[in-house]
């Protein structure tokens, strides 16, 4: 009993707070890139949530309005401070993000 008050008590501290925060059923192109850099379908899927166009500047697969880059863009072109920084809390940690920007900071050839 006093470890499922200790994993309720955590879930309401750390927990997503996104209503949205749902596993899509369809995985979509920018989904697998994330996954196949190192991320879950969880992960993938909050962190292109959370970096979504808002709704009054979406149009179908936007990825740049008014010098804005959102989605896969934005994760892409985050330095890795910066991506730590916002989706830290949301991973249990930065060993994840650390590993999955080793892969999008390498240079490509």
Do not use: C
């Not at 949301?90 to 240079?107: A, M, P």
């Amino acid at each position: 009993e006093e470890l499922a008050k200790w994993i309720a008590g955590v879930m309401i501290k750390y927990g997503v707070r996104e209503s949205s925060a749902h596993l899509l059923q369809d995985e979509t192109l920018w989904e697998l890139f994330l996954r196949r850099a190192g991320l879950n379908a969880f992960a993938a899927q909050v962190i292109l949530a959370a970096l979504k166009a808002p709704d009054d500047q979406a149009s179908g697969d936007t990825i740049q309005r008014d010098g804005a880059d959102f989605g896969l863009t934005a994760f892409v072109k985050m330095p890795m401070k910066e991506r730590i920084r916002r989706f830290e809390h949301l991973l249990g940690g930065t060993r994840i993000l650390l590993r999955v920007s080793e892969q999008l900071d390498i240079r490509w050839q």
